[in-house]
């Protein structure tokens, strides 16, 4: 099935800015001193406190009505982001692939990169629409 052209462009208009809202800030954070979380508990904390915060900001400052919309604005944030933060954890700020793959990723730099990813790129994705 094909779509419009419009309907194409749109989308791929829609997924240009979410890229580069979360990846753009994302990066920025690796190219800051950052300091991740002290331990994975506060990590998980923090990563539930963002997620809130991110919910509130759809809602609030973007305007999305509905909640499975704002659900699906940030899963969309979140596996672009995701994507960014362990490629640019791993090649960027030098961290290992073991470390990523386990649960220190969330006392590490690239989990700070991965919320900042995931808040601007669900408000970016959410501005769009």
Do not use: C
């Not at 829609?14 to 990846?23: C, D, E, M, P, T």
């Not at 793959?101 to 959410?126: E, K, M, R």
């Amino acid at each position: 099935m094909r779509l419009p052209k419009s309907l194409s462009s749109a989308n791929m208009r829609n997924a240009l800015q979410v890229i580069a809202g979360a990846g753009g800030f994302a990066l920025l954070v690796f190219a800051t001193p950052t300091i991740g979380a002290p331990n994975v508990f506060t990590g998980l904390i923090i990563t539930a406190f963002v997620y809130g915060l991110t919910l509130l900001a759809l809602i609030g400052l973007a305007g999305v009505k509905s909640l499975p919309a704002a659900f699906r604005h940030l899963t969309i944030a979140t596996i672009v982001a995701l994507i960014i933060g362990l490629l640019g954890g791993h090649f960027w700020a030098g961290e290992s692939w073991e470390l990523l793959a386990s649960p220190a990723f969330f006392t590490s730099v690239a989990h700070i990169a991965f919320l900042v990813g995931v808040f601007t790129g669900s408000i970016a994705d959410a501005r769009t629409r």
